[in-house]
């Protein structure tokens, strides 16, 4: 088939919609914010895509894998095998890296196993050859008169049975071998774990070290180096000695062993350091043992051309690019090293192509941004060469400044001209006029939204008039400076700021403006606001020392910092939108106060789902239950007793103005709104999450559902509504993700009420929308990792736009978009 067909999805808020995405094109799904754009790309196409997939394996193997639900739609046709490229941080752990993540890891631990030059970890010379006679005298200078075993190894860090060379050390009259550590005879030959690594060594004899047993000494270590390749290895009281003829320093007298790839992984006990456990730090600080390597000292003796692998991870992809391309092998090193090489540039070169050259291969995962970890992913996919895949992609412009946008547009067509299909989730312009096929969903959001409005080529999305994407498209205002130009009350001043790639720069923070700091991906706008402003400023209010701060003055001039970002506002489905922003409390004081509560004697904590008195005594007051089905995905069902009302019968009894609380728990924001307009307690917080674009929500959403974006809006709305003084930084990273054209102005309006409010509104952002309507912009660069770190601008941003940085000619560049 030509097309991937949906028909008849009803799934969440889709009205019984059904569109056509051409197979192998680059397909942009687009619409306001709770329009149903997820729902049908991730919900219902790459879900019954893993689905599809799952079905075909034995029921035993579906046990173990996660399974989704069954979507609710008649149909979908034409689907091929589905891979998503999701923003997922919480998943990336501290031992996961971007060397790891693209595979680029793997393959380095390879080349230095087998060509890595081994250099002494004591004094740092070159190891080389020597012969038995110096290995001989080393040892009866050091251990004469001490008894030692003398081992050669046979296995080393390998998953299997090895039953095989057990039976062949036995034949050859060996009956002491050493497995993973724990000396035993044989036979019997014991049943190793064949899914577990193991260690072993065959014990070639043992001897009292003295001059009088040197010569029976010769020949135990000859049988174990003929049988260990080279390689032995002596057990001397509770120490362990390596002997290598290959790698050997004469000036500290100690051996290397055979590196292998596992040597050099901190995921492995061979290669971990020992100290930190393989997570480069030990608390704040980086560990002193290996230096933030996560290294132990063997697995950074090895280098090539001068450089151990953790050195190596420390580079920046671009500076790691660069080394790779001028490695020169010969002769054997060179047929082993060239595939290997290959494999690297060609994956640290796909994440050049998504924007990422400034990450350094050994960044923690857990430290990257949404946008910067979805990149990473579809940098490992660029790599993977499938063919025939339909992969599904949430904004993947987010994190990314305007300059780096033609970069990613150009990875994605890479997976397309491949032969697959890409489909994303996407508000940006650039993007979208870079597609082959829109799909636009709306008109609203919540239950308004969920129909498609236009689906076909860029080009014919502007004649579409219920459309709010093509309104935004076609006004021009959109295209203007539309800063009010407010002066600063007063400054913040930070004076040498060194955080990561910051170069030791001073910076003057205006207050009482809507501030925005930008630049482009790795400038240093993290470092900047959240590690040395934000950390400082707490800092100063413990009492405690300045880092990577030399002096910050103006502090005086800030009563509160509050960091609004895109955790969830809840862990759990008892938390809700109305529970979060406080309207929840008025809304039972509202039933308590009804004659009915009053004759049964209710108080406020009766509407409450949370508490035994109120909730349904089935449920728990969740609304729901948890079925487990033995090989099918756990599935969740209404309770049968409250019907997924959460409440018991008596409290579902009390009515205000016609509806219980589990009918007003249901409501949208804007139905809620215009519910209790006569309460001003309600209407007033109400109007705020309507304005800010979260209409479509309902009070009783649990906040697992909500989206990073959603989550982030409803803790501003939760301060606008609560904040009653002025003097609070507001500190934003990126609030505009996840959101439609139409919904960044009425995130803009909420900005600049908390600012008319005496607050100030610090914004990390790319987005062009938020930068031109800012009060003073602060642009880093010039570039990412180490070419970043100083300001090129501080000031309106009309006089942005008199400059050459990256962020003023894309500045530019959308103001002529619009002419």
């Given at each position: 088939?030509?097309?991937?067909?949906?028909?008849?999805?009803?799934?969440?808020?889709?009205?019984?919609?059904?569109?056509?995405?051409?197979?192998?094109?680059?397909?942009?799904?687009?619409?306001?914010?709770?329009?149903?754009?997820?729902?049908?790309?991730?919900?219902?196409?790459?879900?019954?895509?893993?689905?599809?997939?799952?079905?075909?394996?034995?029921?035993?193997?579906?046990?173990?894998?996660?399974?989704?639900?069954?979507?609710?739609?008649?149909?979908?046709?034409?689907?091929?095998?589905?891979?998503?490229?999701?923003?997922?941080?919480?998943?990336?752990?501290?031992?996961?890296?971007?060397?790891?993540?693209?595979?680029?890891?793997?393959?380095?631990?390879?080349?230095?196993?087998?060509?890595?030059?081994?250099?002494?970890?004591?004094?740092?010379?070159?190891?080389?050859?020597?012969?038995?006679?110096?290995?001989?005298?080393?040892?009866?200078?050091?251990?004469?008169?001490?008894?030692?075993?003398?081992?050669?190894?046979?296995?080393?860090?390998?998953?299997?049975?090895?039953?095989?060379?057990?039976?062949?050390?036995?034949?050859?009259?060996?009956?002491?071998?050493?497995?993973?550590?724990?000396?035993?005879?044989?036979?019997?030959?014991?049943?190793?774990?064949?899914?577990?690594?193991?260690?072993?060594?065959?014990?070639?004899?043992?001897?009292?070290?003295?001059?009088?047993?040197?010569?029976?000494?010769?020949?135990?270590?000859?049988?174990?180096?003929?049988?260990?390749?080279?390689?032995?290895?002596?057990?001397?009281?509770?120490?362990?000695?390596?002997?290598?003829?290959?790698?050997?320093?004469?000036?500290?007298?100690?051996?290397?062993?055979?590196?292998?790839?596992?040597?050099?992984?901190?995921?492995?006990?061979?290669?971990?350091?020992?100290?930190?456990?393989?997570?480069?730090?030990?608390?704040?600080?980086?560990?002193?043992?290996?230096?933030?390597?996560?290294?132990?000292?063997?697995?950074?003796?090895?280098?090539?051309?001068?450089?151990?692998?953790?050195?190596?991870?420390?580079?920046?992809?671009?500076?790691?690019?660069?080394?790779?391309?001028?490695?020169?092998?010969?002769?054997?090193?060179?047929?082993?090293?060239?595939?290997?090489?290959?494999?690297?540039?060609?994956?640290?070169?796909?994440?050049?192509?998504?924007?990422?050259?400034?990450?350094?291969?050994?960044?923690?995962?857990?430290?990257?941004?949404?946008?910067?970890?979805?990149?990473?992913?579809?940098?490992?996919?660029?790599?993977?060469?499938?063919?025939?895949?339909?992969?599904?992609?949430?904004?993947?412009?987010?994190?990314?400044?305007?300059?780096?946008?033609?970069?990613?547009?150009?990875?994605?067509?890479?997976?397309?001209?491949?032969?697959?299909?890409?489909?994303?989730?996407?508000?940006?312009?650039?993007?979208?006029?870079?597609?082959?096929?829109?799909?636009?969903?709306?008109?609203?959001?919540?239950?308004?939204?969920?129909?498609?409005?236009?689906?076909?080529?860029?080009?014919?999305?502007?004649?579409?008039?219920?459309?709010?994407?093509?309104?935004?498209?076609?006004?021009?205002?959109?295209?203007?400076?539309?800063?009010?130009?407010?002066?600063?009350?007063?400054?913040?001043?930070?004076?040498?700021?060194?955080?990561?790639?910051?170069?030791?720069?001073?910076?003057?923070?205006?207050?009482?403006?809507?501030?925005?700091?930008?630049?482009?991906?790795?400038?240093?706008?993290?470092?900047?606001?959240?590690?040395?402003?934000?950390e400082n400023l707490k800092r100063l209010e413990k009492g405690q020392p300045l880092v990577h701060l030399r002096e910050l003055r103006g502090a005086e001039n800030i009563r509160r910092t509050v960091v609004v970002n895109h955790?969830?506002?809840?862990?759990?489905?008892?938390?809700?939108?109305?529970?979060?922003?406080?309207?929840?409390?008025?809304?039972?004081?509202?039933?308590?106060?009804?004659?009915?509560?009053?004759?049964?004697?209710?108080?406020?904590?009766?509407?409450?789902?949370?508490?035994?008195?109120?909730?349904?005594?089935?449920?728990?007051?969740?609304?729901?239950?948890?079925?487990?089905?033995?090989?099918?995905?756990?599935?969740?069902?209404?309770?049968?007793?409250?019907?997924?009302?959460?409440?018991?019968?008596?409290?579902?009894?009390?009515?205000?103005?016609?509806?219980?609380?589990?009918?007003?728990?249901?409501?949208?924001?804007?139905?809620?709104?215009?519910?209790?307009?006569?309460?001003?307690?309600?209407?007033?917080?109400?109007?705020?999450?309507?304005?800010?674009?979260?209409?479509?929500?309902?009070?009783?959403?649990?906040?697992?559902?909500?989206?990073?974006?959603?989550?982030?809006?409803?803790?501003?709305?939760?301060?606008?509504?609560?904040?009653?003084?002025?003097?609070?930084?507001?500190?934003?990273?990126?609030p505009s993700t996840g959101l439609h054209p139409a919904d960044v102005k009425k995130l803009l309006n909420l900005f600049h009420g908390l600012v008319e409010k005496g607050n100030t509104v610090l914004v990390i952002e790319h987005?062009?929308?938020?930068?031109?309507?800012?009060?003073?912009?602060?642009?880093?660069?010039?570039?990412?990792?180490?070419?970043?770190?100083?300001?090129?601008?501080?000031?309106?941003?009309?006089?942005?736009?008199?400059?050459?940085?990256?962020?003023?000619?894309?500045?530019?560049?959308?103001?002529?978009?619009?002419?």
């Amino acid at each position: 088939m030509n097309y991937i067909e949906v028909i008849g999805a009803k799934h969440h808020n889709l009205k019984d919609i059904s569109v056509k995405i051409p197979r192998r094109s680059f397909t942009v799904i687009t619409g306001v914010s709770g329009s149903g754009k997820s729902t049908l790309a991730f919900d219902i196409i790459f879900v019954e895509g893993q689905r599809r997939y799952l079905e075909s394996l034995p029921s035993y193997i579906r046990q173990f894998l996660k399974l989704y639900e069954q979507p609710e739609v008649d149909l979908v046709a034409g689907l091929p095998p589905t891979v998503a490229i999701e923003q997922r941080t919480s998943q990336a752990g501290p031992r996961t890296t971007v060397g790891t993540l693209t595979e680029v890891s793997h393959y380095l631990r390879l080349l230095y196993a087998r060509v890595g030059e081994p250099f002494c970890p004591e004094c740092g010379e070159r190891l080389g050859y020597t012969n038995l006679d110096t290995i001989l005298a080393n040892i009866l200078e050091r251990y004469s008169g001490k008894k030692a075993l003398v081992l050669a190894p046979k296995v080393r860090r390998r998953k299997g049975f090895h039953r095989p060379i057990l039976e062949k050390a036995l034949k050859a009259g060996r009956t002491i071998v050493r497995i993973d550590g724990h000396l035993r005879e044989i036979p019997p030959i014991p049943d190793l774990s064949r899914y577990r690594e193991h260690t072993i060594e065959v014990v070639i004899g043992e001897i009292a070290i003295s001059l009088a047993s040197k010569s029976q000494l010769e020949n135990l270590f000859r049988e174990a180096f003929a049988e260990g390749q080279g390689e032995a290895l002596l057990l001397v009281e509770n120490e362990e000695i390596i002997l290598n003829e290959k790698a050997f320093c004469k000036k500290c007298q100690l051996s290397l062993p055979e590196p292998d790839p596992l040597l050099f992984s901190f995921n492995t006990r061979a290669g971990v350091c020992p100290h930190c456990g393989g997570l480069g730090r030990i608390e704040e600080n980086v560990c002193p043992s290996c230096e933030g390597t996560r290294l132990n000292k063997t697995a950074r003796a090895f280098r090539i051309n001068g450089l151990d692998i953790g050195s190596l991870a420390e580079l920046s992809v671009k500076e790691a690019l660069s080394f790779m391309e001028g490695l020169k092998f010969s002769g054997k090193k060179k047929q082993i090293a060239n595939p290997i090489i290959k494999e690297v540039l060609a994956k640290l070169g796909f994440l050049v192509e998504v924007g990422l050259s400034y990450l350094s291969l050994n960044r923690s995962g857990d430290t990257l941004s949404g946008g910067e970890a979805q990149r990473v992913r579809l940098a490992a996919q660029l790599g993977s060469n499938l063919t025939g895949v339909c992969y599904v992609l949430d904004e993947p412009t987010i994190g990314l400044h305007p300059r780096d946008n033609a970069l990613l547009v150009k990875a994605l067509y890479q997976l397309k001209e491949k032969g697959n299909t890409v489909i994303v989730v996407e508000h940006d312009e650039e993007t979208m006029r870079a597609a082959d096929w829109i799909i636009d969903l709306g008109p609203g959001g919540g239950k308004r939204g969920g129909q498609v409005l236009f689906q076909g080529p860029f080009s014919e999305i502007l004649k579409v008039e219920e459309s709010l994407t093509a309104n935004a498209l076609k006004d021009p205002q959109r295209y203007k400076l539309t800063s009010q130009a407010r002066k600063p009350a007063s400054f913040l001043y930070l004076k040498g700021a060194s955080a990561h790639n910051l170069k030791n720069i001073d910076v003057d923070i205006p207050v009482g403006v809507l501030l925005v700091v930008t630049g482009v991906s790795g400038a240093g706008k993290s470092s900047l606001v959240m590690e040395v402003l934000f950390e400082n400023l707490k800092r100063l209010e413990k009492g405690q020392p300045l880092v990577h701060l030399r002096e910050l003055r103006g502090a005086e001039n800030i009563r509160r910092t509050v960091v609004v970002n895109h955790t969830p506002i809840g862990r759990t489905p008892r938390s809700t939108p109305a529970t979060y922003v406080g309207i929840m409390d008025h809304i039972r004081k509202l039933f308590a106060a009804t004659p009915e509560a009053r004759a049964r004697g209710f108080d406020a904590s009766r509407f409450s789902f949370n508490l035994s008195e109120g909730q349904c005594p089935h449920c728990k007051g969740q609304g729901q239950l948890k079925v487990e089905m033995k090989f099918l995905p756990e599935v969740y069902m209404p309770c049968g007793v409250c019907r997924g009302a959460r409440y018991n019968e008596e409290t579902l009894t009390v009515r205000y103005k016609g509806k219980n609380i589990a009918e007003v728990l249901s409501m949208t924001m804007a139905e809620a709104y215009e519910f209790f307009k006569a309460v001003p307690s309600l209407a007033k917080p109400l109007k705020t999450l309507c304005d800010l674009g979260l209409d479509y929500l309902t009070l009783g959403q649990p906040s697992p559902s909500l989206s990073g974006g959603e989550a982030q809006r409803i803790k501003l709305a939760s301060e606008f509504i609560k904040g009653k003084r002025g003097g609070t930084l507001f500190i934003l990273d990126e609030p505009s993700t996840g959101l439609h054209p139409a919904d960044v102005k009425k995130l803009l309006n909420l900005f600049h009420g908390l600012v008319e409010k005496g607050n100030t509104v610090l914004v990390i952002e790319h987005n062009l929308e938020i930068i031109k309507e800012a009060d003073w912009v602060i642009d880093l660069g010039p570039e990412g990792g180490p070419e970043g770190g100083e300001i090129l601008y501080a000031g309106p941003v009309e006089g942005l736009l008199a400059t050459d940085t990256h962020t003023a000619c894309a500045l530019r560049d959308f103001f002529k978009a619009g002419l």
